[in-house]
């Protein structure tokens, strides 16, 4: 199977044998004369430069379009904020990674964006929402956006664009487990077999306690106030209940 050239027949066979883990023992034609004679019937077609030219997407399936993404047109808008830029290159000009080149401050070699919500919103926008970007997760965004640009909450901004982003949301699959069937509540045949409890802490001290724990029965809604303290473990809890 490592012939780079496969015609129609073989194609099908590498992509079902390529999820199994095999070895594959060259037999010689002579040994194979009963197989031979079932794969090799003179109306068979051999399958011989069937997978030639052939284009599955004809032109007319595919749309151009024009694109374009100028990063040189953000660094303009960047170096117009000079007095953020002037005032982060005064907090790091002698931390070690960053620089001021031609107008604006680079954290390694990446462009620092001043906190500008416009600045940002356009950059992640851009780097999202284009028909080049396709809509990227979070960790390709991020990667795409720190080819040139950075600042301190990029991960954080783009958690929340792309968690917000409509698209994404209406299109992608989860990638959480399917959430299980609802089971109904058992329904009870006695009181008191079912309780919720809840603590009401930090109240004033009263005879040596300063909390009350609140005991309720599922079946009559029956309440029991007990007062305890604080730091009542979970087996003195069950103890005064």
């Not at 990446?110 to 997760?137: C, D, F, K, W």
Request: hydrophobic share 35%.
């Amino acid at each position: 199977m490592t012939n780079q050239k496969l015609n129609c027949r073989q194609a099908c066979w590498s992509l079902e044998l390529a999820e199994f883990n095999f070895t594959l023992i060259h037999k010689l034609g002579s040994s194979m004369i009963c197989a031979d004679a079932l794969s090799r019937q003179p109306d068979y077609d051999k399958g011989e430069n069937d997978n030639d030219n052939i284009t599955l997407l004809k032109p007319e399936h595919i749309r151009q379009v024009e694109v374009s993404y100028e990063p040189s047109i953000l660094v303009e808008d960047i170096k117009k904020h000079k007095m953020a830029l002037d005032d982060v290159w005064n907090k790091h000009w002698n931390l070690y990674g960053w620089s001021y080149e031609d107008g604006v401050v680079c954290w390694y070699n990446h462009i620092y964006v001043p906190q500008a919500n416009s600045l940002h919103e356009r950059i992640m926008r851009e780097s999202h929402n284009v028909l080049t970007a396709g809509h990227p997760g979070r960790s390709e965004m991020i990667e795409l956006i720190q080819c040139n640009f950075w600042w301190p909450s990029l991960t954080k901004d783009v958690r929340t664009y792309v968690d917000g982003c409509p698209t994404c949301q209406r299109m992608k699959p989860l990638q959480q487990k399917p959430h299980g069937l609802l089971t109904p509540n058992e329904i009870l045949r006695g009181y008191w077999e079912i309780i919720s409890c809840d603590f009401i802490v930090d109240l004033p001290h009263s005879r040596g306690f300063d909390s009350i724990m609140v005991c309720v029965d599922r079946l009559s809604k029956m309440v029991r106030l007990i007062p305890c303290n604080k730091t009542i473990s979970s087996e003195g809890a069950a103890r005064k209940y």
